[in-house]
Nanobody
């Protein structure tokens, strides 16, 4: 089993920054595409950012483009989400997500989810 543990959430003022971390354990981290999702109260869970296995390609939701950066350190089995210029509407539980990829670039059918870390942006 893969286990994902998020950390780094907390309370930050508007305009501030946070870096979320997700520690991966269980199998081979470098074989997993990693993402961050978030879910605000009363809203659907949305994809925030994704990074490929070696970190060469990233993608972001439109609302956070230019304000966040996803990165990974395969030597440390960790994926990060650096968030800057935070806004109250960024308040949500942020979840780490992993989906395996085999040697033929086929995605695993089932992903893994972390437990979530709360980010609150408020003055």
């Amino acid at each position: 089993q893969v286990q994902l543990v998020e950390s780094g959430g907390g309370l930050v003022q508007p305009g501030g920054s946070l870096r979320l971390s997700c520690a991966f354990s269980g199998f081979t981290f470098s074989r997993y595409v990693m993402s961050w999702y978030r879910q605000a109260p009363g809203k659907e869970r949305e994809l925030v950012a994704t990074i490929t296995r070696a970190g060469g390609v990233t993608s972001y939701t439109d609302s956070m483009k230019g304000r966040c950066t996803i990165s990974r350190d395969n030597a440390k089995n960790t994926v990060y989400l650096q968030m800057n210029s935070l806004k109250p509407e960024d308040t949500a539980v942020y979840f780490c997500y992993a989906r395996g990829v085999d040697s033929n670039d086929n995605f695993a059918r089932y992903p893994y989810w972390g437990q979530g870390t709360q980010v609150t942006v408020s003055s």
